[in-house]
């Protein structure tokens, strides 16, 4: 019985497998021959002040940007509510605020209010403003998820944990020129010349380990990180660059696009990613916006204007961009995007931080632990029945008074107590 169990435990456990395998490759390689299609909705204009505003992040509703148009106090933050259509004013002071980012309800940007660039933070839930690096010399390029907030300065690359409210350096002490870091969960990755060039790195907070993820004789620059995917670029020639996805799953890098541009930081978001590109304007530097679906392995061009859109940023559906239509100035720009399969919009790509498949992973563990718990109800249920099988052929009871007895003990019992 017990090996028939392990037999039968083994073939559910293949079943499983299988079953996860499935879905993971569907998940990765697209729905086979069904027909996908990506839409992209109506462009909105987010901003229209007088003055630039420039530099946006997105996270869910909430987008933010770098305002000049205070231009007596120089640059401000300003963000604006999709859900409410409220625009509000972060940062109130005579001094720079610049390259925002934003994640959950705080936002981080560069402020030289001390005559230095410093990393500041803006808690939404407490309206409460924090210094995080008021340090004498400049910090720059800040990037937050969740409790975590990376920054570069003067080639190093600090983290700021606001849980426990303590700093560290990233990468080595004796480095120069570590830049624009990027965070994702406990995964950081940043470029670095410590060579003739430089390079991708990736440093995994849950494990101490830092791991060099390019080699070669060009530079590898703005990196950019989500989950298991590492975007960069690279710069070929003048206005030039290639643009770069590597898979930690799989150790494995592809290029993805060829763009025209002057300074090209692509984001990510879950399979999507976006940069700007001039190539559909012969003679003309004019840029555009620019999709990628990895799982689809397709590229479309979002924009689609005479003027310049540069500087995207995306999250779930929704891409923002820099744009210059209006003329004389810098306004912010939304649009919504879907994925439709044989006409049917595809989930992946909302804003669920990859929750299906952990569903999906999940839902099969339950399912097996119930299953094991079955076999081992089953084989003690078993058990006892044998058990009990075998004191029945032990055991029997006497024809004249129904006493239970052994078998073995029934005639002498018939003897000393039925003797007539």
């Known amino acids: 019985m017990k090996e028939k169990a392990i037999s039968v435990l083994v073939i559910w456990l293949v079943l499983v497998g299988t079953f996860l395998s499935s879905f993971s490759i569907s998940s990765i390689s697209g729905q086979g021959d069904e027909h996908v299609e990506t839409r992209i909705g109506t462009e909105i ?43 509000t004013r972060i940062t109130i002071n005579d001094y720079d605020q610049t390259a925002p980012a934003i994640h959950g309800n705080r936002i981080v940007w560069e402020d030289n209010r001390n005559d230095n660039m410093d990393i500041y933070m803006y808690d939404l839930s407490t309206g409460t403003e924090t210094p995080i690096c008021p340090n004498p010399t400049n910090q720059y390029d800040p990037a937050i998820y969740d409790d975590k907030i990376v920054w570069s300065s003067f080639g190093g690359i600090y983290l700021y944990n606001l849980t426990n409210q303590t ?181 992946r790509g909302d804003d669920k931080d990859d929750i299906f498949p952990l569903l999906y992973s999940l839902i099969a563990i339950i399912i097996t632990i119930v299953f094991i718990i079955f076999l081992v109800f089953i084989i003690k249920a078993k058990k006892k029945s044998t058990i009990q099988k075998e004191d029945e052929e032990k055991w029997t009871r006497c024809p004249k008074c129904k006493a239970r007895l052994k078998k073995k003990n029934l005639k002498s019992h018939i003897k000393k107590v039925h003797k007539k």
């Open 45 to 87: 204009q987010i901003s229209n002040a007088s003055g630039d505003q420039s530099y946006p992040a997105i996270y869910g509703n909430l987008i933010v940007w770098e305002d000049y148009r205070n231009w007596s106090s120089r640059y401000d933050i300003y963000m604006y509510d999709l859900d409410t259509g409220e625009e």
């Open 167 to 347: 700093e560290i350096r990233i990468n080595d002490d004796y480095a120069l020129f570590g830049k624009n870091p990027d965070i994702h969960g406990d995964r950081i990755v940043w470029q670095e010349k410590k060579n003739e060039n430089y390079d991708i790195y990736l440093y995994d907070l849950s494990t101490g380990s830092e791991t060099q993820i390019t080699t070669g004789h060009i530079n590898y620059t703005y990196p950019a990180i989500y989950g298991n995917y590492i975007i960069y670029t690279s710069s070929v020639n003048s206005g030039e660059f290639l643009i770069y996805l590597f898979d930690l799953t799989t150790g494995l890098e592809k290029q993805i696009a060829n763009a025209i541009t002057h300074d090209l930081r692509p984001a990510i978001y879950d399979n999507l990613i976006v940069w700007e590109d001039a190539e559909n304007h012969t003679g003309a530097f004019i840029r555009d916006v620019y999709l990628y679906n990895i799982i689809t392995d397709t590229e479309i061009r979002v924009s689609n204007n005479t003027a310049n859109q540069i500087k995207p940023d995306i999250y779930g559906n929704r891409i923002v961009w820099m744009d210059d239509r209006n003329g004389g100035s810098w306004d912010i720009y939304i649009c919504e995007i879907s994925v439709m399969i044989n006409g049917e919009e595809d989930g």
